[in-house]
């Protein structure tokens, strides 16, 4: 028994490094504020759309470089992204059926709590910022999902990425 062959696994790896560049595009302070978090919105597409592909271990891998490139303590998004990545692996059948503004509010719901965990660990570290404007990414992430879904999707379907 064969394993059918990857196809395009570059528009994978093209789309996260692409994530990875935005998340860490200097912005001027007011537009930083409320910048979705990219990676983790790619991420969410592609585990959502190909969970056999994209998983737990490649969430994990994008965070270590988005914590150096960050500065922040090794692992902490990391594991933010693992938890919402598997999250979303075990519900993917589920949301993939959501109409695109249900599955903006759980996007909205994921990416909150991906929020709230590396909140927790810049807590331990003694470096929490609170304020109301640290959500926001949350919610720009969510008004970001249809148009991200649409343009993601139809790329994976032009690129037949399986």
């Known amino acids: 028994m064969t394993t059918p062959p990857r ?3 570059w528009i994978i790896a093209l ?8 998340s860490i595009l200097p912005l001027p302070e007011a537009v930083a504020r409320a ?9 969410l597409y592609w585990s959502m759309a190909l969970p056999h592909r994209v998983s737990v271990g490649i969430a994990w891998g994008m965070g270590l470089p988005l914590d150096a490139l960050r500065g922040s303590l090794l692992g ?15 519900l993917h059948r ?15 719901v994921l990416l909150a709590l991906y929020q709230m965990l590396l909140l927790w660990v810049e807590g331990i570290l003694g470096r929490a910022s ?26 994976r379907r032009y690129f037949r990425v399986a």
């Open 94 to 108: 589920r949301l993939r059926v959501y109409p695109l503004w249900q599955q903006a509010a759980v996007i909205m």
């Open 130 to 155: 609170g304020g109301w404007y640290y959500w926001l990414p949350s919610l720009t992430g969510a008004v970001a999902w249809a148009p991200l879904f649409l343009v993601l999707r139809e790329i």
């Open 35 to 43: 910048w979705p978090e990219w990676t983790a919105l790619v991420l």
């Open 15 to 22: 789309s996260l490094a692409a994530a990875l560049s935005l």
């Open 7 to 9: 196809r395009n696994n």
């Open 76 to 90: 902490e998004h990391g594991m933010g992204l693992a938890i919402i990545t598997f999250i979303t692996v075990k």
